[in-house]
Protein backbone atom coordinates (compact mmCIF):
# COMPACT_ATOMS: atom_id res chain seq x y z
CA UNK A 1 0.00 0.00 0.00
CA UNK A 2 1.25 2.82 -0.61
CA UNK A 3 1.90 6.52 2.50
CA UNK A 4 -2.01 8.07 1.13
CA UNK A 5 -5.42 8.00 0.59
CA UNK A 6 -7.56 11.02 0.34
CA UNK A 7 -11.14 10.20 0.01
CA UNK A 8 -13.77 10.65 2.50
CA UNK A 9 -15.14 8.60 5.38
CA UNK A 10 -12.49 5.57 5.75
CA UNK A 11 -9.93 7.04 3.27
CA UNK A 12 -9.57 10.00 5.57
CA UNK A 13 -6.61 7.96 6.90
CA UNK A 14 -3.38 7.35 5.43
CA UNK A 15 -2.88 3.47 3.98
CA UNK A 16 -0.36 1.17 3.53
CA UNK A 17 -0.29 -2.53 2.79
CA UNK A 18 1.39 -6.75 4.06
CA UNK A 19 5.65 -18.10 9.31
CA UNK A 20 4.83 -19.03 11.95
CA UNK A 21 2.17 -21.40 11.96
CA UNK A 22 0.26 -24.47 10.95
CA UNK A 23 -1.27 -25.19 7.55
CA UNK A 24 -3.88 -27.93 8.30
CA UNK A 25 -6.39 -28.47 10.77
CA UNK A 26 -5.51 -29.46 13.81
CA UNK A 27 -1.81 -28.96 13.05
CA UNK A 28 0.50 -28.48 16.14
CA UNK A 29 2.10 -25.35 16.80
CA UNK A 30 5.77 -25.00 16.44
CA UNK A 31 7.51 -28.14 18.10
CA UNK A 32 4.49 -29.06 19.48
CA UNK A 33 3.46 -33.20 19.48
CA UNK A 34 0.73 -34.97 20.70
CA UNK A 35 1.50 -36.74 24.58
CA UNK A 36 1.03 -40.52 23.84
CA UNK A 37 -1.76 -41.83 26.19
CA UNK A 38 -0.62 -42.82 29.74
CA UNK A 39 -0.21 -46.53 30.42
CA UNK A 40 -2.43 -48.15 32.71
CA UNK A 41 -3.31 -51.65 33.87
CA UNK A 42 -6.87 -52.06 32.62
CA UNK A 43 -8.01 -55.75 32.08
CA UNK A 44 -7.98 -55.73 28.46
CA UNK A 45 -6.69 -53.72 26.28
CA UNK A 46 -9.88 -53.19 24.10
CA UNK A 47 -10.84 -50.71 26.80
CA UNK A 48 -8.26 -48.53 26.51
CA UNK A 49 -8.47 -44.87 24.88
CA UNK A 50 -6.03 -43.73 22.87
CA UNK A 51 -7.29 -40.42 22.01
CA UNK A 52 -4.45 -37.90 21.63
CA UNK A 53 -3.77 -34.88 24.15
CA UNK A 54 -5.30 -31.76 22.12
CA UNK A 55 -2.70 -29.14 21.34
CA UNK A 56 -3.65 -25.37 22.55
CA UNK A 57 -4.40 -24.39 19.48
CA UNK A 58 -7.18 -27.07 19.00
CA UNK A 59 -8.57 -26.85 22.49
CA UNK A 60 -8.84 -23.26 21.56
CA UNK A 61 -10.50 -24.26 17.85
CA UNK A 62 -13.01 -26.43 19.43
CA UNK A 63 -14.02 -23.76 21.46
CA UNK A 64 -15.41 -21.58 18.79
CA UNK A 65 -18.65 -21.65 17.14
CA UNK A 66 -18.78 -20.63 13.22
CA UNK A 67 -19.62 -17.20 14.16
CA UNK A 68 -16.27 -16.59 16.11
CA UNK A 69 -14.08 -18.45 13.13
CA UNK A 70 -15.02 -16.84 10.45
CA UNK A 71 -15.33 -13.19 12.69
CA UNK A 72 -11.17 -14.39 13.25
CA UNK A 73 -10.87 -13.82 9.86
CA UNK A 74 -11.37 -10.17 9.55
CA UNK A 75 -8.85 -7.35 10.68
CA UNK A 76 -10.78 -3.73 10.32
CA UNK A 77 -9.98 -0.10 11.21
CA UNK A 78 -11.48 1.19 13.98
CA UNK A 79 -12.53 4.80 15.04
CA UNK A 80 -11.46 6.44 17.84
CA UNK A 81 -8.21 6.62 20.38
CA UNK A 82 -9.97 4.45 23.06
CA UNK A 83 -11.43 1.06 22.86
CA UNK A 84 -14.79 3.03 24.42
CA UNK A 85 -14.97 6.37 22.32
CA UNK A 86 -18.03 6.70 20.80
CA UNK A 87 -17.59 7.49 16.92
CA UNK A 88 -20.65 8.34 14.33
CA UNK A 89 -18.14 6.52 11.81
CA UNK A 90 -18.22 3.18 13.77
CA UNK A 91 -21.85 3.46 13.74
CA UNK A 92 -22.28 4.05 10.17
CA UNK A 93 -19.91 1.53 9.24
CA UNK A 94 -20.36 -1.47 11.69
CA UNK A 95 -23.51 -0.86 13.39
CA UNK A 96 -21.68 -0.59 16.63
CA UNK A 97 -21.14 2.70 18.37
CA UNK A 98 -17.53 1.84 19.89
CA UNK A 99 -14.52 -0.40 18.82
CA UNK A 100 -15.22 -2.15 21.93
CA UNK A 101 -18.46 -2.83 20.49
CA UNK A 102 -17.34 -3.41 16.93
CA UNK A 103 -15.22 -6.08 18.23
CA UNK A 104 -17.92 -8.17 20.03
CA UNK A 105 -20.42 -7.97 17.08
CA UNK A 106 -18.16 -9.63 14.65
CA UNK A 107 -16.05 -11.39 16.92
CA UNK A 108 -13.09 -9.62 15.53
CA UNK A 109 -9.45 -11.88 15.23
CA UNK A 110 -7.58 -8.24 14.77
CA UNK A 111 -7.84 -4.86 14.06
CA UNK A 112 -5.31 -2.24 12.38
CA UNK A 113 -4.51 1.27 13.61
CA UNK A 114 -3.78 4.13 12.04
CA UNK A 115 -2.75 7.48 12.69
CA UNK A 116 -6.07 8.60 13.46
CA UNK A 117 -5.94 6.59 16.93
CA UNK A 118 -2.82 8.12 17.96
CA UNK A 119 -2.45 10.84 20.09
CA UNK A 120 0.60 10.08 23.01
CA UNK A 121 1.91 7.46 24.42
CA UNK A 122 -0.04 6.36 26.84
CA UNK A 123 -3.25 6.64 24.78
CA UNK A 124 -2.05 4.31 22.75
CA UNK A 125 -1.50 1.83 25.44
CA UNK A 126 -4.47 2.17 27.17
CA UNK A 127 -6.01 1.71 23.21
CA UNK A 128 -4.36 -1.68 22.77
CA UNK A 129 -5.66 -2.70 26.22
CA UNK A 130 -8.78 -1.90 25.89
CA UNK A 131 -8.96 -3.68 22.47
CA UNK A 132 -7.69 -6.52 23.84
CA UNK A 133 -9.95 -6.65 26.92
CA UNK A 134 -12.75 -6.44 24.33
CA UNK A 135 -11.15 -9.37 22.53
CA UNK A 136 -13.35 -11.88 24.23
CA UNK A 137 -12.36 -15.75 23.83
CA UNK A 138 -9.11 -14.92 21.89
CA UNK A 139 -6.90 -12.17 22.26
CA UNK A 140 -6.33 -9.99 19.24
CA UNK A 141 -3.67 -8.97 16.99
CA UNK A 142 -3.27 -5.96 16.79
CA UNK A 143 -1.60 -4.33 13.74
CA UNK A 144 -0.41 -1.73 12.04
CA UNK A 145 1.69 -0.34 9.08
CA UNK A 146 5.07 0.86 10.26
CA UNK A 147 7.63 0.27 7.25
CA UNK A 148 9.33 3.73 8.79
CA UNK A 149 10.40 6.29 6.17
CA UNK A 150 7.40 6.88 3.63
CA UNK A 151 4.86 4.36 5.49
CA UNK A 152 5.06 5.19 9.32
CA UNK A 153 1.85 5.39 10.89
CA UNK A 154 3.06 5.63 14.40
CA UNK A 155 5.87 8.45 13.79
CA UNK A 156 4.38 10.79 15.81
CA UNK A 157 5.09 8.70 18.81
CA UNK A 158 8.07 6.46 17.57
CA UNK A 159 11.95 6.84 16.47
CA UNK A 160 12.45 8.33 13.03
CA UNK A 161 14.06 5.26 11.18
CA UNK A 162 15.08 5.53 7.46
CA UNK A 163 13.07 3.77 4.92
CA UNK A 164 13.85 0.41 3.27
CA UNK A 165 15.55 2.41 0.46
CA UNK A 166 17.94 3.85 2.71
CA UNK A 167 18.96 0.86 4.47
CA UNK A 168 19.30 -1.09 1.12
CA UNK A 169 21.45 1.32 -0.32
CA UNK A 170 23.96 0.88 2.49
CA UNK A 171 24.48 -3.38 1.72
CA UNK A 172 24.27 -3.57 5.45
CA UNK A 173 22.06 -6.45 6.42
CA UNK A 174 23.28 -6.17 9.77
CA UNK A 175 21.98 -2.84 10.17
CA UNK A 176 17.98 -3.90 8.25
CA UNK A 177 18.41 -6.23 11.19
CA UNK A 178 18.97 -3.72 14.35
CA UNK A 179 16.02 -1.54 12.95
CA UNK A 180 13.81 -4.34 12.35
CA UNK A 181 14.32 -5.08 16.18
CA UNK A 182 14.02 -1.65 17.38
CA UNK A 183 10.98 -0.69 15.74
CA UNK A 184 9.27 -4.27 16.68
CA UNK A 185 10.64 -2.98 20.02
CA UNK A 186 8.89 0.55 20.01
CA UNK A 187 5.81 -1.01 18.37
CA UNK A 188 5.40 -4.14 21.12
CA UNK A 189 5.58 -1.66 24.10
CA UNK A 190 2.67 0.28 22.51
CA UNK A 191 0.52 -2.84 22.13
CA UNK A 192 1.13 -3.66 18.53
CA UNK A 193 1.89 -7.67 18.01
CA UNK A 194 1.95 -7.44 13.94
CA UNK A 195 3.59 -5.05 11.43
CA UNK A 196 2.74 -5.05 8.00
CA UNK A 197 6.61 -5.19 7.16
CA UNK A 198 8.90 -5.58 5.30
CA UNK A 199 8.58 -4.47 1.70
CA UNK A 200 9.59 -7.91 -0.11
CA UNK A 201 8.88 -6.02 -3.73
CA UNK A 202 12.10 -5.68 -5.80
CA UNK A 203 11.18 -1.78 -7.29
CA UNK A 204 12.92 -2.37 -11.09
CA UNK A 205 10.19 0.22 -12.47
CA UNK A 206 11.21 3.69 -11.89
CA UNK A 207 7.72 4.87 -13.04
CA UNK A 208 6.61 2.83 -10.16
CA UNK A 209 3.65 5.35 -8.29
CA UNK A 210 3.25 3.10 -5.37
CA UNK A 211 6.46 1.18 -4.08
CA UNK A 212 9.48 3.24 -4.73
CA UNK A 213 11.24 4.26 -1.98
CA UNK A 214 9.57 1.54 0.34
CA UNK A 215 11.69 -1.09 -1.26
CA UNK A 216 15.23 -2.15 0.05
CA UNK A 217 16.07 -1.77 -3.53
CA UNK A 218 16.36 -2.80 -7.37
CA UNK A 219 18.86 -6.07 -7.27
CA UNK A 220 16.98 -9.39 -6.25
CA UNK A 221 19.23 -10.88 -4.33
CA UNK A 222 20.16 -7.13 -2.02
CA UNK A 223 16.39 -7.25 -1.51
CA UNK A 224 15.88 -10.84 -0.64
CA UNK A 225 19.04 -11.04 2.44
CA UNK A 226 17.96 -7.33 3.75
CA UNK A 227 14.41 -8.41 3.66
CA UNK A 228 15.38 -11.81 5.29
CA UNK A 229 17.49 -9.34 8.03
CA UNK A 230 14.50 -7.42 8.79
CA UNK A 231 12.29 -10.14 9.26
CA UNK A 232 15.02 -11.89 11.76
CA UNK A 233 15.18 -8.30 13.79
CA UNK A 234 11.35 -8.62 13.99
CA UNK A 235 11.46 -12.08 15.66
CA UNK A 236 14.06 -10.49 17.66
CA UNK A 237 11.38 -8.12 19.37
CA UNK A 238 9.15 -11.10 19.46
CA UNK A 239 6.66 -9.41 16.96
CA UNK A 240 5.36 -10.87 13.95
CA UNK A 241 6.19 -9.92 10.80
CA UNK A 242 4.60 -9.43 7.20
CA UNK A 243 6.23 -10.03 3.70
CA UNK A 244 4.71 -7.45 1.05
CA UNK A 245 3.23 -7.90 -1.61
CA UNK A 246 3.19 -11.18 -3.14
CA UNK A 247 3.66 -12.46 -5.70
CA UNK A 248 5.54 -9.17 -6.12
CA UNK A 249 4.74 -5.39 -6.32
CA UNK A 250 7.36 -3.89 -7.89
CA UNK A 251 7.03 -3.88 -11.85
CA UNK A 252 3.71 -1.56 -11.90
CA UNK A 253 3.45 1.67 -13.05
CA UNK A 254 -0.26 1.97 -11.96
CA UNK A 255 -1.54 2.35 -8.58
CA UNK A 256 -3.26 -0.54 -7.09
CA UNK A 257 -5.24 1.63 -4.46
CA UNK A 258 -7.35 3.40 -7.68
CA UNK A 259 -6.58 0.53 -10.02
CA UNK A 260 -5.74 -2.71 -11.26
CA UNK A 261 -1.89 -3.41 -12.14
CA UNK A 262 -1.18 -5.96 -15.02
CA UNK A 263 2.46 -7.36 -14.65
CA UNK A 264 3.57 -9.36 -17.47
CA UNK A 265 6.57 -11.23 -16.41
CA UNK A 266 7.26 -14.43 -17.52
CA UNK A 267 7.51 -17.69 -14.52
CA UNK A 268 10.99 -17.43 -15.42
CA UNK A 269 11.20 -13.69 -14.92
CA UNK A 270 9.41 -13.92 -11.91
CA UNK A 271 11.59 -16.62 -10.60
CA UNK A 272 14.17 -14.52 -11.50
CA UNK A 273 13.53 -10.78 -9.84
CA UNK A 274 10.42 -11.37 -7.77
CA UNK A 275 10.53 -14.69 -5.85
CA UNK A 276 13.95 -14.66 -4.43
CA UNK A 277 12.75 -11.86 -1.33
CA UNK A 278 9.61 -13.82 -0.48
CA UNK A 279 11.69 -17.12 -0.55
CA UNK A 280 14.16 -15.67 1.15
CA UNK A 281 11.16 -14.22 4.08
CA UNK A 282 9.93 -18.09 4.34
CA UNK A 283 13.26 -18.70 4.76
CA UNK A 284 13.99 -16.56 7.51
CA UNK A 285 10.77 -17.76 9.46
CA UNK A 286 8.55 -14.63 7.96
CA UNK A 287 4.81 -15.16 10.45
CA UNK A 288 2.67 -13.57 7.21
CA UNK A 289 2.71 -12.87 3.95
CA UNK A 290 0.56 -10.11 1.91
CA UNK A 291 -1.27 -10.44 -1.26
CA UNK A 292 -1.35 -7.99 -3.96
CA UNK A 293 -3.97 -6.52 -5.89
CA UNK A 294 -2.13 -7.14 -9.05
CA UNK A 295 -3.15 -9.19 -12.43
CA UNK A 296 -0.02 -11.28 -13.25
CA UNK A 297 -1.30 -13.00 -16.41
CA UNK A 298 1.65 -15.77 -16.87
CA UNK A 299 0.90 -16.93 -13.05
CA UNK A 300 -2.66 -16.74 -13.72
CA UNK A 301 -4.16 -15.97 -16.80
CA UNK A 302 -8.12 -15.81 -15.29
CA UNK A 303 -7.73 -11.64 -14.89
CA UNK A 304 -8.04 -12.17 -11.43
CA UNK A 305 -6.28 -10.03 -8.85
CA UNK A 306 -3.27 -12.09 -7.09
CA UNK A 307 -5.09 -11.32 -3.83
CA UNK A 308 -8.45 -13.48 -5.08
CA UNK A 309 -6.69 -16.09 -7.15
CA UNK A 310 -6.35 -19.72 -5.86
CA UNK A 311 -2.84 -20.24 -8.54
CA UNK A 312 -1.00 -17.97 -6.76
CA UNK A 313 -1.76 -17.97 -3.28
CA UNK A 314 -2.13 -21.33 -2.75
CA UNK A 315 -0.68 -23.15 -5.87
CA UNK A 316 2.05 -20.44 -5.85
CA UNK A 317 3.01 -19.21 -2.25
CA UNK A 318 1.68 -22.24 -0.47
CA UNK A 319 2.42 -25.66 -2.74
CA UNK A 320 5.49 -24.10 -4.81
CA UNK A 321 7.51 -21.94 -1.98
CA UNK A 322 6.18 -24.19 0.55
CA UNK A 323 4.74 -21.47 2.74
CA UNK A 324 2.98 -22.36 6.19
CA UNK A 325 1.98 -19.32 8.05
CA UNK A 326 -0.65 -16.76 7.52
CA UNK A 327 -1.76 -14.29 4.07
CA UNK A 328 -2.88 -11.46 4.53
CA UNK A 329 -4.81 -10.09 1.72
CA UNK A 330 -3.78 -6.04 1.06
CA UNK A 331 -6.83 -3.70 1.94
CA UNK A 332 -9.57 -4.83 0.51
CA UNK A 333 -11.00 -1.29 -0.14
CA UNK A 334 -8.45 -0.66 -2.66
CA UNK A 335 -9.86 0.06 -6.16
CA UNK A 336 -7.54 -2.77 -7.55
CA UNK A 337 -9.65 -5.52 -5.60
CA UNK A 338 -13.15 -3.96 -6.24
CA UNK A 339 -13.11 -4.11 -10.31
CA UNK A 340 -14.80 -7.05 -10.67
CA UNK A 341 -16.73 -8.10 -7.49
CA UNK A 342 -19.18 -6.61 -4.77
CA UNK A 343 -17.51 -6.43 -1.48
CA UNK A 344 -19.20 -9.77 -0.30
CA UNK A 345 -17.84 -11.54 -2.92
CA UNK A 346 -14.37 -10.22 -2.81
CA UNK A 347 -13.98 -11.69 0.82
CA UNK A 348 -15.78 -15.16 -0.10
CA UNK A 349 -13.00 -15.30 -3.07
CA UNK A 350 -10.20 -14.04 -1.04
CA UNK A 351 -10.33 -17.33 1.55
CA UNK A 352 -10.87 -19.43 -1.34
CA UNK A 353 -8.12 -18.13 -2.76
CA UNK A 354 -6.04 -18.86 0.44
CA UNK A 355 -6.46 -15.54 2.26
CA UNK A 356 -6.32 -15.94 6.15
CA UNK A 357 -6.75 -12.53 7.07
CA UNK A 358 -9.00 -10.62 5.13
CA UNK A 359 -7.61 -6.97 5.71
CA UNK A 360 -9.71 -3.62 5.71
CA UNK A 361 -12.78 -4.79 4.03
CA UNK A 362 -14.93 -1.97 2.34
CA UNK A 363 -18.26 -2.94 4.16
CA UNK A 364 -17.59 -4.73 7.11
CA UNK A 365 -20.74 -6.25 7.48
CA UNK A 366 -21.32 -7.12 3.85
CA UNK A 367 -18.00 -9.23 3.81
CA UNK A 368 -18.89 -10.89 7.28
CA UNK A 369 -22.52 -11.81 6.15
CA UNK A 370 -21.00 -12.94 2.78
CA UNK A 371 -18.61 -15.47 4.34
CA UNK A 372 -20.26 -16.87 7.26
CA UNK A 373 -23.23 -17.90 4.73
CA UNK A 374 -20.71 -19.27 2.23
CA UNK A 375 -19.09 -21.39 5.46
CA UNK A 376 -22.75 -22.26 6.24
CA UNK A 377 -24.16 -23.60 2.12
CA UNK A 378 -20.53 -25.31 2.00
CA UNK A 379 -19.42 -23.41 -0.71
CA UNK A 380 -16.18 -22.43 1.81
CA UNK A 381 -15.72 -25.89 3.45
CA UNK A 382 -15.77 -25.99 7.41
CA UNK A 383 -12.26 -27.99 6.70
CA UNK A 384 -11.37 -24.75 4.97
CA UNK A 385 -12.40 -22.29 7.29
CA UNK A 386 -10.77 -24.03 10.15
CA UNK A 387 -7.16 -24.29 7.95
CA UNK A 388 -7.16 -20.67 8.33
CA UNK A 389 -8.38 -20.29 11.76
CA UNK A 390 -6.00 -22.87 12.66
CA UNK A 391 -3.12 -20.68 11.15
CA UNK A 392 -3.94 -17.28 12.83
CA UNK A 393 -4.64 -19.02 16.35
CA UNK A 394 -1.19 -20.60 15.46
CA UNK A 395 0.82 -17.63 14.94
CA UNK A 396 -1.18 -15.93 18.37
CA UNK A 397 0.10 -19.24 19.88
CA UNK A 398 3.81 -18.69 18.58
CA UNK A 399 3.56 -14.93 19.54
CA UNK A 400 1.86 -15.63 22.96
CA UNK A 401 -0.68 -14.32 22.10
CA UNK A 402 -3.33 -17.50 22.00
CA UNK A 403 -5.19 -17.33 25.55
CA UNK A 404 -3.97 -14.15 27.30
CA UNK A 405 -2.97 -11.05 25.75
CA UNK A 406 -0.13 -9.51 27.08
CA UNK A 407 -0.52 -5.74 28.87
CA UNK A 408 1.04 -3.00 27.59
CA UNK A 409 2.90 -0.61 30.27
CA UNK A 410 2.52 3.43 29.69
CA UNK A 411 5.60 3.42 31.75
CA UNK A 412 7.51 0.97 29.59
CA UNK A 413 6.84 2.37 26.89
CA UNK A 414 7.90 5.77 27.73
CA UNK A 415 11.27 4.44 28.15
CA UNK A 416 11.52 2.53 25.48
CA UNK A 417 10.07 4.84 22.13
CA UNK A 418 12.80 7.00 21.03
CA UNK A 419 15.23 5.73 23.26
CA UNK A 420 18.50 7.03 23.27
CA UNK A 421 20.14 3.76 22.00
CA UNK A 422 17.16 3.53 19.43
CA UNK A 423 18.00 7.80 18.28
CA UNK A 424 21.86 6.60 17.85
CA UNK A 425 21.07 3.35 15.66
CA UNK A 426 18.57 6.14 13.57
CA UNK A 427 21.27 8.67 13.45
CA UNK A 428 23.69 5.44 12.47
CA UNK A 429 21.32 4.34 9.75
CA UNK A 430 20.84 7.58 8.21
CA UNK A 431 24.39 8.57 7.76
Given at each position: ?78 YGTTAD ?31 QNVKSV ?310
Amino acid sequence: MRGRIGTAGLLVIALAACGGGGGSVGAEPTGGKAAPPARTSLPSPRTVSTTPQQSPVQRVLARLSTEEKVGQLFMPVLYGTTADTVSGENQARYSARTPAKVIAKYHLGGVILFPQNVKSVSQVVGLTNGLQRASGKVPLLISTDQENGLVSRMSALMTDFPGAGEIGATGDTGLSREVARATGEELRALGVNLDFAPVADVNVNPRNPVIGRRAFGDDPKRVAKMVAAAVKGFGDAKIAATAKHFPGHGDTNVDSHTGLPVIKHTKAEWERIDAPPFRAAIDAGVDAVMSAHIVFPKLDPSGDPATLSKPILTGLLRDKLGFKGVISTDALNMGGVRKKYDDGEIAVRAVLAGADILLMPNNLPRAYRAVLAAVKSGRISAERLDQSVTRLLTLKHNRGLLTEAPVASARRAADVLRSPEHRRLAARAGD
